[in-house]
Structures are given as C-alpha cells and as structure tokens.
C-alpha cells in the first residue's frame, strides 16, 4: 500500500543546533516532494518544494534533500531557534492529477 | 498575498444538524480541498475540484458533501453531524491547471464541536 512516513512524531533539540526532519515514502513514484510549517490551531504553511530532479534546495536556514533512490526526503533546519518550534509537515505529489497527500507531522520543539 | 478564508474558527452544532462550512479564496486558483486533522491521524483529503462545479471524493467522503457553484468558493456540507465529525477542518487552495497540483494555501482553518 501507498505510505508516507515521518518518522519522528516529536524532536527537541537544543537551540542553536541543526534540526533534522525524515520524511520516507513507500509506493509513490512522485513528481515533487514539499514541506509545511503548522503552528498550534493554525493551518499549515508552504516553506518549500523539491522536485525529484533536484537532489537538495536551500530557503536561508532551511534545506530540503531528496532521494528518489532511497524515497527519502530530509528537512534542516540550521542555527535552530525557539521560534522553530511548530509542527512540520512533508506531503508529495503523486501523480499528475491527484491532490497532495500529507504526512502527520513532526512536532519540533527548540529549548533555549 | 493569497489568502484563503474560512467563514468560523470556532463552531458548536448539534447532532444531526445540517452544517455548511464556507471557504473562499482571493487568487484565483483553479483547485480547491477540504482537510480534516486529527490528532493522530493528520491530515484526510474530504473532497477536492479543479473546476467550478466539479468535484471529486478523497479519502473520506462519507457523511460529507460539497459544492462549488463560483471558482473562489468551496463549501463543505455535513448532511447530517454526528459527534465522530468533531475535527479541526481545513480548507486549501492551489494554483495548476489539468489537475497539476501545486503549493497549497490553507485557511486559518474551522474548529467544530458535535454535541
């Protein structure tokens, strides 16, 4: 069946260091990989989009990686710091006329 | 700046209420959805529409109906509440024409409650 997994439900990290989010899927073959940000009670936010022809795409401290080998996405954030902290969402492109499809999230915490 | 509206935050109905949830986008966007996010489960595809008066089923379609009768509105309908129905709900949009998805914009979403 058509997974996709972020493996870590929660992450603290200590502020300052690099925070790194997975996002692995299973029987998707998709176009472009993105990432969201979702504070509490809020919707979710676009942050960036990877296509799978590109192996990695930076936005100031975020890069994004992606490996169409390993169906692997990694998100990182570097320099963390307390205002990082949010849910952050993968989500993918399967096919060429279907929706996104969302996984659940990983709520990164960042201490001071 | 896109901006993607949704008529409540906060909603309160009964069951077996009939209960309309009113999303409207600025942009112009060809595609519209509606979410449902539970703790745990993230976020389930409802329905989504590349055009105006087209819609097509996602994931969890039972219970729920839509309609989009101008291409900046996408109105979701539940027939019927019941409580398994009490969900943040969240409405998005996209630009991309033929079904080609692109970013989404979300709504600041709709937190409803059955009782």
């Known amino acids: 069946s058509q997974k996709i997994e972020q493996n870590s439900e929660a992450l603290n990290i200590q502020e300052g260091k690099t925070a790194t989010l997975t996002c692995n899927y299973t029987?998707?073959?998709?176009?472009?990989l993105q990432w969201y940000r979702q504070d509490p009670g809020r919707g979710p936010v676009f942050l960036l989009l990877i296509r799978e022809n590109e192996k990695e795409k930076r936005k100031e401290r975020l890069k994004v990686t992606f490996d169409t080998t390993l169906k692997q996405s990694l998100f990182h954030i570097t320099a963390s710091q307390p205002a990082d902290s949010a849910t952050y969402l993968c989500a993918l492109l399967a096919a060429g006329n279907t929706p996104l499809v969302f996984g659940k999230g990983t709520r990164l915490s960042v201490i001071a | 700046d896109v901006k993607v509206t949704q008529s409540s935050r906060y909603l309160v109905k009964r069951t077996g209420e009939k209960v309309f949830l009113e999303c409207v986008q600025d942009?112009?966007?060809?595609?519209m959805f509606w979410y449902r996010q539970d703790p745990g489960l993230g976020l389930r595809l409802i329905y989504f529409?590349?055009?105006?008066?087209?819609?097509e089923k996602g994931d969890i379609p039972e219970g729920y109906s839509v309609s989009r009768e101008k291409k900046e509105r996408f109105s979701l309908i539940l027939e019927s509440a019941s409580t398994n129905q009490t969900s943040m709900y969240l409405c998005?949009?996209?630009?991309?024409?033929?079904?080609?998805?692109?970013?989404?914009?979300f709504g600041q979403g709709t937190r409803l409650t059955v009782v």
């Open positions: 998005a949009s996209s630009s991309g024409l033929g079904g080609l998805f692109t970013e989404a914009f």
């Open positions: 942009m112009d966007h060809e595609n």
């Open positions: 529409s590349y055009d105006v008066k087209m819609k």
């Open positions: 029987n998707y073959s998709p176009a472009y």
